[in-house]
Protein backbone atom coordinates (compact mmCIF):
# COMPACT_ATOMS: atom_id res chain seq x y z
CA UNK A 1 0.00 0.00 0.00
CA UNK A 2 1.35 3.53 -1.06
CA UNK A 3 1.25 6.23 1.24
CA UNK A 4 -1.86 8.19 0.04
CA UNK A 5 -3.76 4.72 0.63
CA UNK A 6 -2.77 4.91 4.10
CA UNK A 7 -3.40 8.68 4.27
CA UNK A 8 -6.76 8.54 2.62
CA UNK A 9 -8.04 5.56 4.76
CA UNK A 10 -6.77 7.36 8.09
CA UNK A 11 -9.34 10.85 6.97
CA UNK A 12 -12.02 8.21 6.51
CA UNK A 13 -11.54 6.78 9.70
CA UNK A 14 -10.96 9.87 11.77
CA UNK A 15 -14.51 11.62 9.91
CA UNK A 16 -15.87 8.28 10.78
CA UNK A 17 -14.72 8.67 14.80
CA UNK A 18 -15.73 12.49 14.61
CA UNK A 19 -19.38 11.78 13.21
CA UNK A 20 -19.87 8.90 15.78
CA UNK A 21 -18.72 11.17 18.64
CA UNK A 22 -20.97 13.68 18.30
CA UNK A 23 -23.93 11.34 17.76
CA UNK A 24 -22.74 10.12 21.28
CA UNK A 25 -22.36 13.52 22.81
CA UNK A 26 -25.24 14.13 25.77
CA UNK A 27 -26.29 17.42 24.05
CA UNK A 28 -27.76 14.93 20.90
CA UNK A 29 -28.68 12.49 23.11
CA UNK A 30 -31.20 15.73 25.02
CA UNK A 31 -32.01 16.69 21.43
CA UNK A 32 -33.71 13.36 21.00
CA UNK A 33 -35.03 12.61 24.56
CA UNK A 34 -38.61 12.33 24.85
CA UNK A 35 -38.30 14.36 28.03
CA UNK A 36 -38.54 18.34 27.35
CA UNK A 37 -35.15 19.65 27.91
CA UNK A 38 -34.54 22.98 26.97
CA UNK A 39 -31.56 22.91 25.05
CA UNK A 40 -31.01 26.18 24.10
CA UNK A 41 -27.31 27.47 22.87
CA UNK A 42 -25.23 27.59 25.99
CA UNK A 43 -27.60 25.31 28.13
CA UNK A 44 -25.86 23.66 30.48
CA UNK A 45 -25.85 19.72 31.35
CA UNK A 46 -27.99 19.30 35.10
CA UNK A 47 -24.85 17.28 35.52
CA UNK A 48 -22.39 20.23 35.69
CA UNK A 49 -24.91 22.29 38.09
CA UNK A 50 -22.49 23.27 40.88
CA UNK A 51 -23.01 21.65 44.31
CA UNK A 52 -21.66 22.00 47.44
CA UNK A 53 -18.94 20.35 49.04
CA UNK A 54 -18.15 19.01 52.29
CA UNK A 55 -15.97 21.88 53.15
CA UNK A 56 -15.46 21.73 56.78
CA UNK A 57 -18.66 20.01 57.73
CA UNK A 58 -18.77 16.32 59.37
CA UNK A 59 -18.80 13.72 56.71
CA UNK A 60 -21.34 11.49 57.51
CA UNK A 61 -20.84 8.06 55.24
CA UNK A 62 -23.98 5.35 54.63
CA UNK A 63 -23.67 2.10 52.60
CA UNK A 64 -26.95 1.18 51.31
CA UNK A 65 -26.83 -2.53 49.72
CA UNK A 66 -30.17 -3.32 47.42
CA UNK A 67 -30.70 -6.65 47.77
CA UNK A 68 -33.70 -10.02 48.06
CA UNK A 69 -34.71 -10.78 51.33
CA UNK A 70 -37.16 -13.39 52.83
CA UNK A 71 -38.79 -10.70 54.97
CA UNK A 72 -41.28 -12.24 57.77
CA UNK A 73 -44.25 -9.24 58.17
CA UNK A 74 -45.49 -11.39 61.21
CA UNK A 75 -45.77 -15.15 62.53
CA UNK A 76 -48.10 -16.09 59.50
CA UNK A 77 -46.80 -14.08 56.43
CA UNK A 78 -43.76 -13.60 54.79
CA UNK A 79 -42.58 -11.81 51.40
CA UNK A 80 -39.98 -12.07 48.98
CA UNK A 81 -38.45 -8.44 49.68
CA UNK A 82 -37.07 -5.84 47.80
CA UNK A 83 -34.01 -3.94 50.58
CA UNK A 84 -31.83 -1.76 51.43
CA UNK A 85 -29.40 -3.70 53.80
CA UNK A 86 -31.89 -6.61 54.75
CA UNK A 87 -34.50 -5.15 56.01
CA UNK A 88 -37.66 -3.53 55.79
CA UNK A 89 -37.46 -0.35 55.97
CA UNK A 90 -34.15 -0.59 55.20
CA UNK A 91 -30.99 0.67 57.19
CA UNK A 92 -32.51 3.96 59.11
CA UNK A 93 -30.59 7.07 58.19
CA UNK A 94 -29.89 9.74 60.59
CA UNK A 95 -27.38 12.53 60.95
CA UNK A 96 -27.67 16.04 61.97
CA UNK A 97 -28.40 19.64 60.29
CA UNK A 98 -25.60 20.77 58.37
CA UNK A 99 -23.45 17.52 58.00
CA UNK A 100 -22.55 16.30 54.78
CA UNK A 101 -24.06 12.93 54.11
CA UNK A 102 -22.73 10.17 51.32
CA UNK A 103 -24.09 7.00 50.49
CA UNK A 104 -23.22 4.54 48.55
CA UNK A 105 -25.72 2.58 46.70
CA UNK A 106 -24.27 -1.18 45.91
CA UNK A 107 -27.51 -2.84 43.70
CA UNK A 108 -27.24 -6.54 44.38
CA UNK A 109 -30.77 -7.49 42.89
CA UNK A 110 -31.14 -8.93 39.30
CA UNK A 111 -32.80 -5.07 38.27
CA UNK A 112 -31.50 -1.56 37.94
CA UNK A 113 -32.43 0.64 41.10
CA UNK A 114 -31.74 3.79 42.14
CA UNK A 115 -32.04 5.71 45.68
CA UNK A 116 -34.67 9.03 45.47
CA UNK A 117 -34.38 11.60 49.13
CA UNK A 118 -37.88 12.45 49.25
CA UNK A 119 -38.63 15.88 50.81
CA UNK A 120 -34.69 17.33 50.60
CA UNK A 121 -33.41 20.20 49.21
CA UNK A 122 -30.56 18.61 46.76
CA UNK A 123 -28.94 19.41 43.91
CA UNK A 124 -30.64 18.14 41.03
CA UNK A 125 -28.11 15.56 40.21
CA UNK A 126 -28.58 13.63 43.60
CA UNK A 127 -31.99 13.11 43.43
CA UNK A 128 -32.46 10.04 42.15
CA UNK A 129 -34.77 9.57 39.42
CA UNK A 130 -33.79 7.72 36.39
CA UNK A 131 -33.89 8.79 33.02
CA UNK A 132 -33.75 12.41 34.08
CA UNK A 133 -30.78 13.31 36.85
CA UNK A 134 -28.81 10.26 36.70
CA UNK A 135 -28.94 6.66 34.91
CA UNK A 136 -30.40 3.56 36.98
CA UNK A 137 -28.10 1.98 38.80
CA UNK A 138 -27.18 -2.04 36.86
CA UNK A 139 -26.83 -5.03 38.86
CA UNK A 140 -23.18 -5.36 40.59
CA UNK A 141 -23.02 -1.60 40.17
CA UNK A 142 -22.30 1.01 42.76
CA UNK A 143 -23.22 5.03 42.31
CA UNK A 144 -22.62 7.29 45.57
CA UNK A 145 -25.10 10.00 46.74
CA UNK A 146 -23.77 12.64 48.42
CA UNK A 147 -25.23 16.28 49.65
CA UNK A 148 -25.16 18.71 52.19
CA UNK A 149 -28.25 17.78 55.24
CA UNK A 150 -30.06 20.74 55.59
CA UNK A 151 -32.88 21.41 57.29
CA UNK A 152 -33.71 19.44 59.98
CA UNK A 153 -37.01 16.86 59.76
CA UNK A 154 -38.56 13.57 59.23
CA UNK A 155 -37.67 12.66 55.54
CA UNK A 156 -37.44 9.12 53.46
CA UNK A 157 -35.40 7.54 51.07
CA UNK A 158 -36.83 5.22 48.61
CA UNK A 159 -36.12 3.58 44.72
CA UNK A 160 -37.30 5.58 42.00
CA UNK A 161 -36.38 3.06 39.33
CA UNK A 162 -39.85 1.28 38.82
CA UNK A 163 -41.48 2.98 41.71
CA UNK A 164 -44.59 0.82 41.34
CA UNK A 165 -43.19 -1.74 41.93
CA UNK A 166 -39.70 -1.47 43.62
CA UNK A 167 -41.07 0.65 46.72
CA UNK A 168 -44.10 -1.53 46.79
CA UNK A 169 -41.44 -4.39 47.46
CA UNK A 170 -40.23 -2.83 50.31
CA UNK A 171 -37.34 -0.22 48.93
CA UNK A 172 -37.54 2.26 51.30
CA UNK A 173 -36.29 3.85 54.71
CA UNK A 174 -36.39 6.39 57.04
CA UNK A 175 -33.90 9.55 56.81
CA UNK A 176 -33.86 12.12 59.68
CA UNK A 177 -32.58 15.22 60.36
CA UNK A 178 -31.79 15.57 64.19
CA UNK A 179 -31.32 19.81 65.04
CA UNK A 180 -28.17 20.44 66.50
CA UNK A 181 -29.64 21.45 69.74
CA UNK A 182 -31.12 18.07 70.21
CA UNK A 183 -34.25 18.05 72.01
CA UNK A 184 -34.56 15.43 75.17
CA UNK A 185 -37.40 13.65 74.22
CA UNK A 186 -37.62 9.78 73.17
CA UNK A 187 -37.55 10.28 68.98
CA UNK A 188 -39.10 7.54 67.65
CA UNK A 189 -39.65 6.54 63.75
CA UNK A 190 -42.93 4.32 62.55
CA UNK A 191 -43.37 3.83 58.91
CA UNK A 192 -46.75 2.71 57.17
CA UNK A 193 -47.46 0.69 54.04
CA UNK A 194 -49.24 -1.89 53.14
CA UNK A 195 -48.89 -5.14 50.82
CA UNK A 196 -50.42 -7.74 48.67
CA UNK A 197 -49.27 -11.18 50.44
CA UNK A 198 -52.61 -13.39 50.36
CA UNK A 199 -53.32 -12.42 46.67
CA UNK A 200 -51.48 -11.68 43.56
CA UNK A 201 -51.14 -7.49 43.00
CA UNK A 202 -54.34 -6.80 40.92
CA UNK A 203 -53.48 -4.28 38.08
CA UNK A 204 -55.20 -1.50 37.83
CA UNK A 205 -56.28 -2.56 33.76
CA UNK A 206 -58.29 -4.97 35.05
CA UNK A 207 -60.45 -2.89 37.49
CA UNK A 208 -61.07 0.17 35.16
CA UNK A 209 -64.64 -0.75 34.14
CA UNK A 210 -65.17 -0.49 38.29
CA UNK A 211 -63.06 2.63 39.06
CA UNK A 212 -64.81 4.45 36.40
CA UNK A 213 -68.13 3.62 37.51
CA UNK A 214 -69.71 4.32 41.00
CA UNK A 215 -67.72 3.79 44.02
CA UNK A 216 -67.53 4.45 47.43
CA UNK A 217 -66.75 8.02 48.32
CA UNK A 218 -63.18 8.01 50.07
CA UNK A 219 -61.07 7.93 46.68
CA UNK A 220 -58.91 4.77 48.07
CA UNK A 221 -61.07 2.07 46.09
CA UNK A 222 -58.29 0.69 44.08
CA UNK A 223 -55.78 0.29 47.03
CA UNK A 224 -58.50 -1.57 49.07
CA UNK A 225 -58.52 -3.95 45.97
CA UNK A 226 -54.97 -4.68 45.68
CA UNK A 227 -53.36 -4.46 49.31
CA UNK A 228 -54.55 -7.28 52.09
CA UNK A 229 -51.66 -6.80 54.60
CA UNK A 230 -50.94 -3.16 56.36
CA UNK A 231 -47.28 -2.61 58.20
CA UNK A 232 -45.53 -0.38 61.10
CA UNK A 233 -41.65 -0.31 60.45
CA UNK A 234 -42.48 -4.25 58.12
CA UNK A 235 -44.58 -5.92 61.10
CA UNK A 236 -48.43 -6.67 61.40
CA UNK A 237 -50.31 -7.05 64.00
CA UNK A 238 -48.75 -8.86 67.12
CA UNK A 239 -45.36 -8.61 65.65
CA UNK A 240 -45.26 -4.73 66.06
CA UNK A 241 -42.75 -3.57 68.69
CA UNK A 242 -44.41 -1.83 71.34
CA UNK A 243 -43.18 1.55 72.59
CA UNK A 244 -42.21 1.61 76.07
CA UNK A 245 -43.18 5.22 77.64
CA UNK A 246 -43.97 5.66 81.26
CA UNK A 247 -46.89 7.83 82.68
CA UNK A 248 -46.71 11.55 81.50
CA UNK A 249 -43.45 10.84 79.59
CA UNK A 250 -43.94 12.44 75.85
CA UNK A 251 -41.61 10.94 72.69
CA UNK A 252 -41.69 12.86 69.80
CA UNK A 253 -43.09 9.81 66.75
CA UNK A 254 -42.21 10.80 63.56
CA UNK A 255 -44.87 8.99 60.84
CA UNK A 256 -44.31 8.25 57.48
CA UNK A 257 -46.24 6.67 54.89
CA UNK A 258 -44.35 4.65 52.36
CA UNK A 259 -47.14 2.99 50.83
CA UNK A 260 -50.19 3.92 48.71
CA UNK A 261 -52.95 4.65 50.80
CA UNK A 262 -54.25 6.74 53.24
CA UNK A 263 -53.94 5.82 56.83
CA UNK A 264 -55.67 7.16 60.20
CA UNK A 265 -53.80 7.08 63.08
CA UNK A 266 -55.73 6.96 66.27
CA UNK A 267 -54.20 8.66 69.67
CA UNK A 268 -56.02 8.00 73.19
CA UNK A 269 -57.78 11.17 73.59
CA UNK A 270 -55.97 14.70 74.84
CA UNK A 271 -52.38 13.00 74.12
CA UNK A 272 -50.59 15.00 70.89
CA UNK A 273 -49.19 17.34 69.36
CA UNK A 274 -49.04 18.00 65.93
CA UNK A 275 -45.26 19.76 65.63
CA UNK A 276 -44.47 19.26 61.78
CA UNK A 277 -45.75 18.02 58.38
CA UNK A 278 -43.18 17.59 55.50
CA UNK A 279 -40.38 17.95 57.60
CA UNK A 280 -41.56 21.27 58.28
CA UNK A 281 -42.41 22.64 62.29
CA UNK A 282 -45.93 23.85 61.96
CA UNK A 283 -47.98 26.62 65.07
CA UNK A 284 -49.07 23.51 67.72
CA UNK A 285 -52.12 25.47 68.85
CA UNK A 286 -54.26 22.43 68.89
CA UNK A 287 -54.26 19.86 71.35
CA UNK A 288 -57.88 18.83 70.92
CA UNK A 289 -57.32 16.15 68.35
CA UNK A 290 -56.34 12.80 68.73
CA UNK A 291 -56.72 11.11 65.13
CA UNK A 292 -54.19 12.24 62.11
CA UNK A 293 -54.57 11.04 58.62
CA UNK A 294 -51.38 10.70 56.36
CA UNK A 295 -51.14 10.60 52.86
CA UNK A 296 -49.06 8.30 50.60
CA UNK A 297 -45.61 10.24 50.75
CA UNK A 298 -46.32 11.96 53.57
CA UNK A 299 -44.90 12.87 57.06
CA UNK A 300 -46.57 13.86 60.21
CA UNK A 301 -44.41 14.14 63.62
CA UNK A 302 -46.52 14.39 66.69
CA UNK A 303 -45.19 14.84 70.71
CA UNK A 304 -47.38 11.91 72.22
CA UNK A 305 -47.84 11.84 75.76
CA UNK A 306 -48.74 8.86 77.43
CA UNK A 307 -51.83 8.93 79.42
CA UNK A 308 -52.08 5.80 81.93
CA UNK A 309 -50.56 4.16 84.18
CA UNK A 310 -51.33 0.80 82.27
CA UNK A 311 -50.49 -0.10 78.50
CA UNK A 312 -52.87 1.99 76.22
CA UNK A 313 -52.55 1.64 72.04
CA UNK A 314 -51.83 3.64 68.90
CA UNK A 315 -53.69 2.44 66.10
CA UNK A 316 -55.32 2.61 62.69
CA UNK A 317 -58.63 3.92 62.07
CA UNK A 318 -61.01 0.84 63.15
CA UNK A 319 -63.24 1.82 60.07
CA UNK A 320 -60.38 1.25 57.38
CA UNK A 321 -60.35 -2.38 55.85
CA UNK A 322 -57.49 -4.28 58.04
CA UNK A 323 -57.52 -1.24 60.56
CA UNK A 324 -56.52 -4.57 63.45
CA UNK A 325 -53.24 -5.27 61.80
CA UNK A 326 -52.25 -1.74 62.72
CA UNK A 327 -52.34 -1.62 67.01
CA UNK A 328 -48.90 0.18 68.22
CA UNK A 329 -49.32 -1.06 72.08
CA UNK A 330 -47.84 1.57 74.05
CA UNK A 331 -46.35 -0.18 77.54
CA UNK A 332 -44.25 1.16 80.65
CA UNK A 333 -41.67 -0.90 83.09
CA UNK A 334 -43.33 -2.01 86.70
CA UNK A 335 -46.77 -1.48 85.38
CA UNK A 336 -49.59 -3.45 84.62
CA UNK A 337 -49.42 -4.02 80.83
CA UNK A 338 -52.90 -5.70 80.14
CA UNK A 339 -53.53 -3.47 76.74
CA UNK A 340 -56.96 -1.38 76.80
CA UNK A 341 -57.23 -1.77 73.17
CA UNK A 342 -60.19 0.44 72.50
CA UNK A 343 -59.65 3.41 70.47
CA UNK A 344 -62.04 6.43 70.60
CA UNK A 345 -64.19 7.74 68.00
CA UNK A 346 -62.53 9.77 65.60
CA UNK A 347 -64.11 13.11 65.66
CA UNK A 348 -61.22 15.37 65.70
CA UNK A 349 -59.35 14.47 62.49
CA UNK A 350 -55.79 16.60 61.62
CA UNK A 351 -53.74 16.21 58.75
CA UNK A 352 -51.11 17.88 57.09
CA UNK A 353 -52.83 20.97 55.93
CA UNK A 354 -54.25 21.82 59.86
CA UNK A 355 -51.65 23.78 61.60
CA UNK A 356 -50.35 26.99 59.74
CA UNK A 357 -46.15 26.51 58.87
CA UNK A 358 -43.72 28.20 61.58
CA UNK A 359 -41.41 29.42 58.90
CA UNK A 360 -43.31 30.34 55.13
CA UNK A 361 -41.78 30.76 51.70
CA UNK A 362 -44.21 33.57 51.15
CA UNK A 363 -45.34 36.36 53.74
CA UNK A 364 -48.32 37.00 51.81
CA UNK A 365 -49.87 36.01 49.25
CA UNK A 366 -46.98 36.40 45.96
CA UNK A 367 -47.06 37.75 42.78
CA UNK A 368 -46.56 34.75 40.55
CA UNK A 369 -44.53 34.72 37.34
CA UNK A 370 -45.22 31.53 36.01
CA UNK A 371 -48.80 30.66 36.58
CA UNK A 372 -49.70 26.70 35.41
CA UNK A 373 -53.14 24.76 35.96
CA UNK A 374 -53.18 21.29 36.78
CA UNK A 375 -56.18 18.50 35.47
CA UNK A 376 -55.68 15.82 37.14
CA UNK A 377 -58.00 13.18 35.64
CA UNK A 378 -58.36 9.28 34.77
CA UNK A 379 -59.22 7.92 31.66
CA UNK A 380 -59.34 4.38 29.72
CA UNK A 381 -56.47 4.25 26.90
CA UNK A 382 -56.52 1.99 23.95
CA UNK A 383 -53.88 -0.56 25.06
CA UNK A 384 -53.22 0.50 28.36
CA UNK A 385 -56.56 0.04 30.28
CA UNK A 386 -56.39 2.90 33.10
CA UNK A 387 -54.67 5.71 32.58
CA UNK A 388 -54.03 9.07 35.50
CA UNK A 389 -53.69 12.06 33.25
CA UNK A 390 -52.44 15.65 33.99
CA UNK A 391 -54.19 18.04 31.53
CA UNK A 392 -55.71 15.14 29.22
CA UNK A 393 -52.02 13.35 28.75
CA UNK A 394 -50.11 10.71 30.23
CA UNK A 395 -46.02 10.69 31.22
CA UNK A 396 -43.72 11.75 29.02
CA UNK A 397 -46.18 13.90 27.20
CA UNK A 398 -48.02 15.74 30.17
CA UNK A 399 -46.83 19.18 29.44
CA UNK A 400 -43.93 20.66 31.47
CA UNK A 401 -43.87 23.25 33.50
CA UNK A 402 -41.36 25.44 32.22
CA UNK A 403 -39.41 28.15 34.37
CA UNK A 404 -36.55 29.87 34.83
CA UNK A 405 -34.63 30.50 37.97
CA UNK A 406 -36.10 32.93 40.28
CA UNK A 407 -39.48 32.61 38.83
CA UNK A 408 -42.69 32.58 41.32
CA UNK A 409 -44.38 29.97 40.31
CA UNK A 410 -48.17 29.82 41.44
CA UNK A 411 -49.88 25.74 40.22
CA UNK A 412 -53.66 25.62 40.72
CA UNK A 413 -54.36 21.87 40.97
CA UNK A 414 -57.39 20.20 40.53
CA UNK A 415 -58.79 16.97 40.78
CA UNK A 416 -61.76 15.78 38.46
CA UNK A 417 -61.73 11.88 38.74
CA UNK A 418 -62.89 9.93 41.77
CA UNK A 419 -59.14 8.78 43.54
CA UNK A 420 -57.23 10.61 46.10
CA UNK A 421 -53.89 11.65 44.26
CA UNK A 422 -50.95 12.84 46.91
CA UNK A 423 -48.78 15.20 45.00
CA UNK A 424 -45.28 15.57 45.75
CA UNK A 425 -42.69 18.31 44.22
CA UNK A 426 -38.79 16.84 43.89
CA UNK A 427 -36.25 19.68 45.30
CA UNK A 428 -38.69 22.70 46.54
CA UNK A 429 -40.92 23.25 49.14
CA UNK A 430 -44.21 24.66 48.11
CA UNK A 431 -47.06 26.87 50.04
CA UNK A 432 -50.48 25.88 50.11
CA UNK A 433 -52.30 29.02 50.19
CA UNK A 434 -55.62 28.41 49.18
CA UNK A 435 -58.17 25.15 48.86
CA UNK A 436 -61.48 25.13 46.92
CA UNK A 437 -61.04 28.98 46.10
CA UNK A 438 -60.73 29.95 49.74
CA UNK A 439 -58.08 31.58 51.09
CA UNK A 440 -56.69 28.89 53.88
CA UNK A 441 -55.81 30.72 57.50
CA UNK A 442 -52.75 29.71 58.18
CA UNK A 443 -50.65 28.98 55.12
CA UNK A 444 -48.43 25.67 55.45
CA UNK A 445 -45.20 24.57 53.60
CA UNK A 446 -45.19 21.26 52.01
CA UNK A 447 -43.68 18.64 49.37
CA UNK A 448 -46.71 16.56 48.75
CA UNK A 449 -50.77 18.27 48.97
CA UNK A 450 -53.43 14.96 49.29
CA UNK A 451 -55.61 16.26 46.49
CA UNK A 452 -59.33 14.38 47.27
CA UNK A 453 -61.35 14.04 44.37
CA UNK A 454 -63.37 17.50 43.55
CA UNK A 455 -60.71 19.38 45.52
CA UNK A 456 -58.90 22.12 44.31
CA UNK A 457 -55.74 23.44 45.71
CA UNK A 458 -53.64 26.52 44.80
CA UNK A 459 -49.97 26.14 45.83
CA UNK A 460 -47.21 29.06 45.26
CA UNK A 461 -42.90 28.02 45.19
CA UNK A 462 -39.92 30.04 44.05
CA UNK A 463 -38.04 27.98 41.16
CA UNK A 464 -34.49 28.47 43.27
CA UNK A 465 -32.89 25.23 42.51
CA UNK A 466 -32.07 24.51 39.05
CA UNK A 467 -32.69 21.16 37.18
CA UNK A 468 -35.25 19.01 36.00
CA UNK A 469 -37.49 17.75 38.94
CA UNK A 470 -40.28 15.34 38.59
CA UNK A 471 -44.06 16.65 39.62
CA UNK A 472 -46.17 13.47 40.31
CA UNK A 473 -48.60 11.60 42.29
CA UNK A 474 -47.45 9.62 44.71
CA UNK A 475 -49.69 6.61 45.11
CA UNK A 476 -46.85 5.47 42.63
CA UNK A 477 -49.36 2.63 40.74
CA UNK A 478 -50.75 6.53 39.21
CA UNK A 479 -47.67 7.58 38.51
CA UNK A 480 -46.91 4.09 36.53
CA UNK A 481 -49.82 5.07 34.57
CA UNK A 482 -49.05 8.58 33.57
CA UNK A 483 -49.55 10.97 36.55
CA UNK A 484 -46.45 12.63 36.24
CA UNK A 485 -44.98 16.23 34.88
CA UNK A 486 -41.72 18.19 35.14
CA UNK A 487 -40.87 21.28 36.58
CA UNK A 488 -38.33 22.13 33.52
CA UNK A 489 -35.87 25.03 34.13
CA UNK A 490 -34.95 26.86 31.35
CA UNK A 491 -30.94 27.21 30.57
CA UNK A 492 -30.16 23.74 31.67
CA UNK A 493 -31.19 20.27 30.27
CA UNK A 494 -30.79 16.19 31.33
CA UNK A 495 -28.39 14.34 28.98
CA UNK A 496 -30.38 10.95 30.21
CA UNK A 497 -33.19 9.57 28.72
CA UNK A 498 -36.59 7.08 29.60
CA UNK A 499 -35.86 3.67 28.48
CA UNK A 500 -32.60 2.61 26.84
CA UNK A 501 -30.32 0.40 27.51
CA UNK A 502 -30.24 1.36 31.18
CA UNK A 503 -33.66 0.52 31.48
CA UNK A 504 -34.70 3.75 33.24
CA UNK A 505 -38.34 3.87 34.29
CA UNK A 506 -39.02 6.50 37.02
CU1 LIG B 1 -52.92 9.50 42.24
Redesign the pocket.
Given at each position: MNRKVIGSILIILLLGIGVWLYFQSPFSEAADSNLPSSVTQGAKSITDLDSEGPGDRPVKTFNLTAEQTEWSINENKSVEAWTYNGKVPGEPIRVTEGDYVKVNLKNELKVPVTIHWHGMILPNQMDGVPGLTQDAVQPGETFTYEFVANDAGTYWYHSHQHSSKQVDKGLYGSFIIEEKEKATEKDRTFILDEWAVNQEKQSLSNMGGMMMGSMSGDGEADTKQMYDTLTVNGKSGTAIEPLELDKGETARLRFVNAGYQQHRIIFPKGSIKILAADGEDVKGQSNSLNTIEIAPGERIDVAYTKQGEGAEVIGEDPNLQNAEQIKIPVVSENANNSIDESLSATTSIGSGITNGSEDLLFDEVPQEDISYQMDLSMGMNMGEGMV?QINEEIFPDTPPINVKEGDVVKVDITNTGR????MHLHGHHFQIQSKNGQAIDEPIVKDLVHVKPGETYTIYFKADNQGEWLFH?H?NN?AERG?VTIVDYEGVYSPFKLGGENNNNP
Open positions: FLNHPCDHM
